[in-house]
């Protein structure tokens, strides 16, 4: 059974907050609130989530500092602020500190959920690319957990198959290892994880690389991270 999608609500109208976790749980995600800047600090602190719904008039920590302050730590949670200010320059604000998308109220729930479910197109590989899709020379099927190239069949881990879809989502660009760290495991990068990224990718490449002492479908960036080639 597929996980549910789970999303912090940061917003201190209590009508406001009810109202919308009604309605995110109607449609199946699961909702944590925060009624005030602190509080939304800690529970990222503490927990990983797929979205934040984020309101910019905050008691305690604003949203503009609270969103500009996880940018800076390196989470890369999506963010959709909420806010009734509505200035094209406070949007542009706005997505500069590291929004994602930006709502202003009064929205229509309807309008709110098709931004979530875009945003989370782009920053969830699965969303992106699917169960089954072509990844190089390889057929993949991260539901069987199977690789096919013409009748060679390789079995793969589930974080293989993370992988594998991360790098399918993203084409052609670097991912950092704490980006792809933070994308699979869920947790942000530490010294443990780094090794953990790059044993990870050489046991995948042992998979899917013609030679993978000179791989041609995922490249090493020095300094950067990994590419996936896609031609």
Same mark, same amino acid.
């Given at each position: ?25 109607? =449609?199946?995600? @699961? ?12 529970? *990222? ?34 963010? &959709? ?7 094209? /320059? ?12 930006? *709502?202003?109220?009064?929205? /229509? ?6 931004? &979530? ?5 782009? /920053? ?15 057929? &993949? ?5 199977? !690789?096919? =190239? ?5 079995? &793969? ?6 992988? !594998? ?24 990068? @530490?010294?443990?994880?780094?090794? @953990?990224?790059?044993?990870? !990718? ?14 041609? !479908? ?14």
């Amino acid at each position: 059974m597929e996980e549910k999608i789970s999303i912090l609500l940061v917003e201190d109208e209590p009508k406001i907050r009810t109202g919308l976790k009604d309605f995110l749980e109607y =449609h199946d995600y @699961t909702v944590t609130e925060a009624a005030d800047g602190s509080q939304a600090d800690l529970l *990222v602190s503490h927990k990983q989530f797929d979205l934040i719904l984020l309101d910019l008039m905050l008691p305690k920590i604003s949203g503009e500092e609270l969103c500009q302050n996880w940018r800076r730590r390196g989470l890369h949670t999506p963010i &959709i602020m909420v806010t009734a200010k509505g200035r094209e /320059s406070e949007k542009i604000s706005g997505l500069n500190l590291g929004a994602d998308d930006y *709502v202003t109220k009064p929205f /229509s729930l309807e309008e709110l959920r098709a931004r &979530i479910e875009a945003v989370l197109r782009r /920053s969830r590989p699965e969303r992106t690319v699917g169960q089954r899709f072509n990844f190089g020379p390889w057929q &993949i099927d991260t539901e069987a957990l199977k !690789i096919r =190239h013409n009748e060679k069949v390789t079995e &793969i881990t589930k974080r293989e198959a993370q992988l !594998i879809q991360c790098f399918a989502a993203h084409p052609n660009r670097i991912l950092s290892r704490d980006e792809l760290y933070q994308t699979v495991w869920g947790e942000s990068m @530490t010294e443990l994880g780094t090794r @953990t990224i790059d044993m990870h !990718i050489a046991k995948l490449r042992s998979k899917i690389e013609l030679d993978d002492n000179q791989p041609e !479908i995922i490249k090493t960036v020095r300094g950067a991270g990994y590419v996936y080639e896609k031609s």
